[in-house]
């Protein structure tokens, strides 16, 4: 089945070591989202490409930064983690300007210890 | 800038009642998508529905339904005789499809709902 992945499910990662998350996508679509959901809250939007065009979020931190090296694959840099990185990042794809169906990976939980 | 609005933040009901979870959102675009999404603890988000602007339509799919009222701007979403196995967060979305740009999926706060047997 068409699908997005992501990997690893559960990241636990030290203070300040930089970590990527990674996303795959079997859909084709043009977009890729990722977006941070810390607990008790609704995931909030960080950055998206269109192909590689490359959209960030005005209050999305420095220190997360995203690679789109082909169709397929996004990766996730948090180059220095700290304690309120802490969260579950969604990946999510959509085909363009469309708005109507978006596909969410099963997430990665990352953990700063 | 669109918004949505999820007034409720946790709901407990025991099973076989039903529950209403309520949606208000706000856009300036007359052409949008609304969005369901359901949250267990294991975290992945499950698609439940999406509803286009144009189509004021109720929908019913076994015991789920959803009423969408655009004169209020409203999208809920009612669990008809409850289960355990719908213990769970709630989102409610909202896309905006503009001309010349991206759509973008904008989340409520989410209703936490808790079925005890």
């Known amino acids: 089945d068409a699908m997005v992945i992501q990997n690893p499910r559960y990241q636990v990662t030290q203070f300040g070591k930089p970590v990527t998350l990674s996303c795959s996508q079997t859909l084709n679509h043009n977009v890729m989202y990722w977006y941070q959901q810390k607990s008790s809250q609704a995931p909030k939007l960080l950055f998206h490409y269109y192909d590689k065009d490359f959209n960030n979020e005005a209050d999305t931190p420095d220190n997360f930064q995203s690679r789109r090296p082909n169709t397929s694959f996004c990766f996730l840099d948090i180059r220095s983690p700290g304690l309120g990185d802490a969260a579950m990042y969604l990946c999510a794809t959509s085909r363009a300007r469309t708005g109507d169906g978006y596909t969410f990976g099963s997430g990665t939980r990352l953990t700063v210890v | 800038a669109q918004k949505v609005t999820q007034a409720q933040t946790e709901i407990s009901v025991v099973e076989k009642e039903d529950v209403t979870l309520d949606c208000v959102y706000e856009?300036?675009?007359?052409?949008?998508?609304l969005f369901w999404y359901k949250q267990p603890p294991s975290g992945e988000l499950v698609f439940l529905i999406r509803r286009n602007s144009f189509d004021e339509q109720n929908e019913i799919s076994g015991r789920y339904s959803w009423n969408f009222q655009k004169s209020t701007s409203s999208f809920n979403f009612t669990i008809t005789a409850s289960q355990v196995v719908d213990s769970a967060v709630y989102f409610c979305?909202?896309?905006?499809?503009?001309?010349?740009?991206?759509?973008?999926?904008?989340f409520g706060k989410g209703i936490t709902l808790s079925v005890r047997p």
């Open positions: 979305a909202l896309s905006e499809t503009r001309a010349g740009a991206n759509s973008k999926l904008t």
């Open positions: 856009t300036r675009d007359t052409t949008y998508y």
